[in-house]
């Protein structure tokens, strides 16, 4: 992914790429998160919003084939792939660390994986919300968790990705204090005839 008119957006336009979905990145201070997401869990938790049950661990602590489903649908993405993923993370990547998934009597309501980008900054990416738990709570409670869990391991800053068609994700990210963003598209390559 490229920054959308940039120079290497254009040189790999021209070996034969082209625009797929539209995506935005940004990077913020986890602190801005937290802020922006834990008191709206906490409002909705007090308003009866929260699923009877559930509760917020860690992705290591979920079943992995239930958060692959989830996520694969969310991401359009294999489900195979995904597993593969969750099950050979190691237990000190950031993937296994920071991820949160909201479980309602061992069943996956929600999960949102932090990763790693090449450059070793976390990156809050797939995030997928059983349409059971539509409540909102999950969804900003799994973002507390996360947010809660990065700041607790000393890291201040980090990057986000999230479809433009997810528009209520995207203007949340955008009203972060510290946000620094950028617009990115998705590149694929076009086929070639033979």
Known sequence: MFVEGGEEDRRWRGWGFVESERTQQGEALFTDFRNATKPLADRLEARGRRPAGSRIVSL??????????????????????????????????????????????????????????????????????????????????????????????????????????????VNFMKRLPSLRRCDLVRLVRIPQPA
Request: proline share 5%; glycine share 8%; with cysteine.
């Open 60 to 169: 290591k602590e979920a079943p992995p084939a239930a958060v692959a489903n989830l996520l694969a649908d969310a991401m359009d993405v294999p489900r195979d792939r995904l597993y593969a993923l969750i099950v050979r993370t190691g237990p000190d990547s950031m993937l296994s660390r920071f991820s949160a998934v909201a479980l309602g009597d061992s069943v996956v309501l929600g999960a949102l994986l932090v990763t790693e980008e090449p450059d070793g900054w976390p990156c809050i990416g797939a995030i997928g919300v059983d349409e059971s738990a539509r409540s909102g709570w999950v969804n900003v409670a799994v973002r507390a968790a996360v947010a809660e869990r990065v700041i607790a391991a000393g890291i201040e800053w980090g990057r986000w990705h999230v479809w433009d068609r997810y528009r209520d994700t």
